[in-house]
């Protein structure tokens, strides 16, 4: 059973950074998508960002941000240590949410992907 395990969340005063962390066990497939959605109480779970594992393949897209995070926020990836990143800078209070990791791993292609979501890790930006 594929896991996803998340670090690095905690509070953090506005204009700091954190850097968020998700390492996928045991393994995904060659072709996967990783990424971060965050969810604020109240509100719909919404995009941050996602990353293909290899570029030019348009059946599994290339590297996506939400609107609200562009140019703060930078994703990365590290194929050998099946970890993917999030750089967040400049917090806002508004950025304050459990930010859960996803893996959307695929089998083949053409075909659909199979979904996974770590448990989720609070970001919480407060002076």
């Known amino acids: 059973q594929v896991q996803l395990v998340e670090s690095g969340g905690g509070l953090v005063q506005p204009g700091g950074s954190l850097r968020l962390s998700c390492t996928v066990s045991?393994?995904?497939?060659?072709?996967?998508?990783m990424g971060w959605y965050r969810q604020a109480p109240g509100q719909q779970r919404e995009l941050v960002a996602t990353?293909?594992?290899?570029?030019?393949?348009?059946?599994?897209?290339?590297?996506t941000y939400g609107d609200g995070v562009k140019g703060r926020f930078t994703i990365s990836r590290d194929n050998a240590k099946k970890t993917a990143y999030l750089q967040m800078n400049n917090l806002k209070p508004e950025d304050t949410a459990v930010y859960y990791c996803?893996?959307?791993?695929?089998?083949?292609?053409?075909?659909?992907?199979?979904?996974?979501w770590g448990q989720g890790t609070q970001v919480t930006v407060s002076s």
């Open positions: 996803n893996l959307k791993n695929y089998r083949r292609i053409p075909g659909r992907p199979d979904d996974y």
């Open positions: 990353m293909p594992s290899v570029v030019n393949v348009p059946e599994i897209g290339t590297t």
């Open positions: 045991p393994n995904f497939y060659a072709l996967n998508v």
